[in-house]
């Protein structure tokens, strides 16, 4: 595919956040990071399918942790963004950012 | 009960088998249990299971519902439209749309499922929330895992009171407690005097930390101290915060008042919280002091213990001390502490465990109801599913994938169930007003009852997964059905015999469960009605009852509580309206106890730890004849029978039994008590008479006078000529012109006292009743569907057979023999799970046995006749079947 295909909405934000988290880019720090940033409150299921969709385009990655007991043996999977995704995440947000070009003084009005 | 630590293991189990393998899925069960512990640290493991649970279902039916573009190879314009989430959402509302549509097109059928969901969904509801409210929810004081509750343990079994002086041994040898604390076995009354008028309230005696044990404080003033035990020190009370309201009109300036507590001054010292209700209904808390008669010698067991465990200290480690140092005080005291140990069980189970039969049968109940409910749905939609295979044969021609269909039918049935969860839910807000009702008061948190945010989860979960569960089944039969053998003209019956097969087995499968469910309910209503039956031993009819307590101050000597009673009896017995009227010191049925150590005087046990005892009650004359008696030989207790006269006693047939087989107990003496034995003489034998409830057994009784063996507290027994409660203002007025110092509780006719005695058994029956009730008309409903439908695919066959000729008596046959095979079977079924189950309510029975012959062969000819009545509808519609329309039908 010589363009990425474009993301969407929530894909976008779930990349966002991988990228403001780092290394603390796990499952249940992504789903609290977008209730609290973007007000944005989603199941977990939904979330998880998103990372296995992301995932299966080659856009994110992941590696696990050591399992604690806490976690009843299970490992964590900590999730970074691979070369593509950013690719992907700066074409989709550069379409957005190209159609919003003159348009901040509606765009931000106050409300 | 050991404790689980992780999440429950089921729900993992099912969350495992949708979720994908491998780390992936790892890493999911990981974070969830990461984040179980999280909730279990705030709310406790109740909640966090139930959390669980929600999540785990939750996540099962994201994981199952078929990915957006993922396994079928589509054209890439289609496949990225699909992967956009609000294209999915829009089909989705599509669905719904459609759906609702759909069922309101066919407002018969959709009420009727409807309303089958809100039985099965609002009755689940209900039940759950009452056992959330009842058994998950914390105990209302700090850190309750702590508190524990100790009673007597012997080789009979625990659950007898400790002795008090055993108690302070425990308190002072044990580590393992932060406090031990005791508080009385059973509650009192006491006379309130000073400030007002005098009266009855409720009263408890505890030791000193019972208040720090559980970790309340007073609202007001302050706690005992511990110098408040010793012999000679101030007597002080604290008083609850409704007495301090209804008596003070909470004024602070209470504390430090002194009050009279049965004509003792005593200091008022603080005042309990509002939310402070232990035990149940206590007015006034007094300290256990060391002359208390309760607790001054080590033989009277009248205590139990309150503990709160130190941090690091299991209830297992605390019971292996408190047996040591039992072990040690039988050997030091071999007299009165052979077999007797402290047995400690959780604070909470304490509580909530004479609750627990009523709600396991409850729980059973309303889980047939709702699998009951379920399946008739699911018989529905198999049926609906079959009318309009036509409809979805054009949609499937059409284009639609089975895959849309299947999300269609779903959909469908998820709607039906969520509105009638909705409706439920209005059911279940009216139940649990009906449990408040008639559920024992004094149950934990039975006040509190109510739908909560839980609740509404619950039932927006369990309308969910019913829902799919009940639409997967017709929706795979009838997504997968052939086009173009729907579509052709003039299809049979024959090629849908599959689905007619699987409502068959639902049909039977309803008819199993309420089967079970009414032989239940029968074994409870014969039990009750055993109950009902049974002879108190004395005529309850017309008969009213009231409680007098005679306070100190007025009342100082034998002389004048004997004048009292004397002129109280003759009193009432003037007044018109009165046959008879006597006093005994404690109501039969209302209060048992009160035993006292006996032997014949010929016949002196040989060792102490022998004796036996008998019930000992004080009564007037006249008391025999108010409550109707039968005086079987000699005679009654009398008013030459005073306190310089010989002491007498009137015994009744159990202790001849006992003491007197085939001999004359008249003129023999029975001694009482060991320490300072006394004889008395026995002059007259009369009938036994049931002491602490219906399903007692009668227990050797002994009936002195009062004026020989005095009583502060009397109850009043005044036969009447009309109803009981009319001459209610007429017994207070005569204690009243006697004496309006005197209080006057607890009046009651002697029935609705027998009534209050069985209103648990009476709360169990109905509910299971109505339970079974519910069941029985689903299954009713649910045989009736199938035939009908059955009648109706067959419109044509019968028509003509009718036409040629077939009698009526046939065609009747033919349908009647299809539904009577269902319910044959269904019965057959049903009584092996009765037999299967109802040993489960082998403790709430009474007099009945859990396989008793007549309730289960009364209860499958009562389905059955049920049964016949549902076939009879649609049999007879069939036989009026005519050839024309029979043949306009295609």
Redesign the interface.
Known sequence: MATPAFLGQFEQMVLLSLLQLGDEAHAISIRRHLAERANHRITRGALYRTLDRLDAKGYVDWETDEPTPERGGYARRRFHVTKNGLAALRASQKAIDQLRRGLDAVLRKPS | MSRRD??PPVAEKLLRRT??TG??G??????????Y?LVMGRRGTGLADIWYWF?AI??S???SLP?DGGRHRRSHAVA?RA???ANTMESLLHDVRFSARNLFKRPGFTIVVMATFAVGIGGTVAMFSAINAVFLRPLPYQDPDQLVFGTRRSSQGAGGFVSGQDYLDYREQSDAFQSLATIRGFELSATVTGDGAAERVSEQMASTELFATLRVAPALGRDFVKAEEKADADRVVMLSYGFWQRRFGGEGDVIGRTLGVDGQPHIVVGVMPSEFDFPKGTEIWRPMREDTPWASSRGPQNWFVVGRLKEDATIVQAQEQVDVIGARLEEEYPATNTDRRLHLTSFHERLVSRARPMFLVFTGAVGLVLLIACANVAGLLLARGVTRSSELAVRSALGASRGRLLRQLLTESVLLATSGGALGLMLTFWLLRVVKQFAPPDVPGIRELGIDGTALVIALGLSVVTGLLVGLLPALKSASSDVSQNLSPGRGASERSSATGLRGALVVGQVTLSLVLLIGAGLLMRSFLQLQSVDPGFDADRLLTAEVALPRDGYPSSQELTQFYRTIVSDLNARPGVMAAGAISRLPIASGGGDYPVYPEENPPADPSERSSAIARSITPGYFDAMRVPLLSGRAVDANDTGDAPPVVVVDEALVRRYYPDQNPLGKNLVLGFREPRSVQIVGVVGEVLASSLNDVPYPTMYFSVEQWQQRTMTLAVRTTAQPTTFTNTLRAAVRDLDPNVPVAKVASMRSVISDSVSQPRTTTLFLGGFATVALLLAALGLYGVLAYFVNQRTREIGIRIALGAAHGKVLGLVLRRGLLLVGVGVALGIGGAVATTRFLQSLLFEVGTTDLLTFAGVSLLLTLVAVAACAIPAWRATRVDLLTALRVE
């Open positions: 992780g999440p979720i994908p780390l992936r790892h890493s999911i069960l990981g974070d969830l249990q990461e984040e512990r999540n939750l996540l039916v994201q994981y990915t990225r992967t956009n989430r």
